[in-house]
T-cell receptor
Framework: GAVVSQHPSRVICKSGTSVKIECRSL??????MFWYRQFPKKSLMLMAT?????????EQGVEKDKFLINHASLTLSTLTVTSAHPEDSSFYIC????????????FGSGTQLSVL | DAKTTQPTSMDCAEGRAANLPCNHS???????VYWYRQIHSQGPQYIIH???NNETNEMASLIITEDRKSSTLILPHATLRDTAVYYC???????????FGKGTLLTVNP
């Protein structure tokens, strides 16, 4: 089956620094990628929709200047958490879909971010 | 936002069938029902999806009611490794995003 690779799987950073998370579709071209975050024992919360070659669409309440998303190619989307604070500590998960809106989503393995 | 209703938790004996229900009464005609599961600290894993016909694959079967307002995911022979949170979601057409609800924590007991 299709594979979505997410890197890094775990990152610890100091407050005020920026962290970049990469999401790659390994064997298909993903015109749309989605970024989620998940707090312990909670469900996944959609943060933004990333479309190749255009600006990301953010969900209500998600700060676009804090969570920078770049989808420069059909196989790579990145999420940069800027000026990270301890409350940004969370599990971040990306997903990718082929062109059809009825295609299933393939998920990355997630990135556990801990901000000290 | 697309909303589904699932029981918070369920238990199942190892080797028995696990039947996980989901209500999606506001689903529209061109929206698919998707099932995913998530094992602790991992990304969600796709299980199955369908529009209106029942579906079966190597992992599970999906039974969708005729009015499409509910569905049941069936794991025919549950194993301990099937312990996970199972999410039922619908999406498609103009609502192409997958919005996750709280899911059902399925615990398979020895």
């Amino acid at each position: 089956g299709a594979v979505v690779s997410q890197h890094p799987s775990r990152v610890i950073c100091k407050s005020g620094t920026s962290v970049k998370i990469e999401c790659r579709s390994l064997d298909f071209q993903a015109t749309t990628m989605f970024w989620y975050r998940q707090f312990p024992k909670k469900s996944l919360m959609l943060m933004a929709t990333s479309n190749e070659g255009s600006k990301a669409t953010y969900e209500q309440g998600v700060e676009k200047d804090k969570f920078l998303i770049n989808h420069a190619s059909l196989t790579l989307s990145t999420l940069t958490v800027t000026s990270a604070h301890p409350e940004d500590s969370s599990f971040y998960i990306c997903s990718a879909r082929r062109s059809s809106t009825n295609e299933k989503l393939f998920f990355g393995s997630g990135t556990q971010l801990s901000v000290l | 936002d697309a909303k589904t209703t699932q029981p918070t938790s369920m238990d199942c004996a190892e080797g028995r069938a696990a039947n996980l229900p989901c209500n999606h009464s506001t689903i529209s005609g061109n929206e698919y029902v998707y099932w995913y599961r998530q094992i602790h600290s991992q990304g969600p894993q796709y299980i199955i999806h369908g529009l209106k016909n029942n579906e079966t694959n190597e992992m599970a079967s999906l039974i969708i009611t005729e009015d499409r307002k509910s569905s049941t995911l069936i794991l025919p022979h549950a194993t301990l490794r099937d312990t996970a949170v199972y999410y039922c979601i619908y999406s498609g057409g103009s609502n192409y995003k997958l919005t996750f609800g709280k899911g059902t924590l399925l615990t398979v007991n020895p």
